[in-house]
C-alpha cells in the first residue's frame, strides 16, 4: 500500500528527464498518473523518450498510467488534458508542473519564435494550473 493510493496526478512534460521520473516515483506511491508532453513518437523528437515509454515503464512496475499527448501553449491541448485526467481517473489530486522549453540561440531567434516559447510557459502553465484548481482544491 502506497502513501498516494488512490491519489490522481498529472505529470507534465512526462516523457522524459524529471517528469518521468517523478511519474514513475507517484505510481510506485499509489497514484494513478497521467502522463502528458507533446512527444508520443520517438521519430518525430531529437531527444529520447516519448509518453508511451514512460506509461510502459510505469505499468511494468505495476503502476497505472496512461499517456496523453498535450502541447501546453495549445488551448484545446490544455483543455483535452483535464477532460481526460478527470474522464479516465476523477478529480486531480496533485499537479506536477514539469513543463518547461528552451528556445535556443535566443538572442538571434525571430521575435516570432520567442513569443511563442513565452506564450507556452506563461499563459500555458497559469490556463491549465487555472483550468485543475478548482478540481485540486478538494483535496
Request: proline letters at 1%; aromatic letters at 4%.
Amino acid at each position: 500500500m502506497g502513501v498516494l493510493d488512490g491519489r490522481v496526478a498529472v505529470v507534465t512534460a512526462a516523457s522524459r528527464g524529471i517528469g518521468a521520473a517523478v511519474a514513475e516515483r507517484l505510481a510506485a506511491e499509489g497514484a494513478r498518473v497521467v502522463v502528458a508532453a507533446r512527444t508520443v513518437d520517438a521519430a518525430h523528437s531529437k531527444l529520447e523518450g516519448t509518453i508511451g515509454e514512460t506509461v510502459a515503464r510505469v505499468e511494468a512496475a505495476g503502476g497505472t498510467a496512461f499517456a496523453q499527448p498535450t502541447d501546453l501553449s495549445r488551448e484545446h491541448d490544455r483543455q483535452a488534458l483535464v477532460q481526460a485526467a478527470e474522464r479516465r481517473h476523477g478529480p486531480v489530486d496533485i499537479l506536477v508542473d514539469n513543463f518547461g522549453g528552451t528556445v535556443y540561440g535566443m538572442c538571434h531567434a525571430a521575435l516570432e519564435r520567442f513569443t511563442t516559447g513565452l506564450a507556452a510557459e506563461l499563459t500555458g502553465r497559469i490556463a491549465y494550473s487555472q483550468d485543475l484548481l478548482d478540481e485540486l482544491r478538494h483535496v
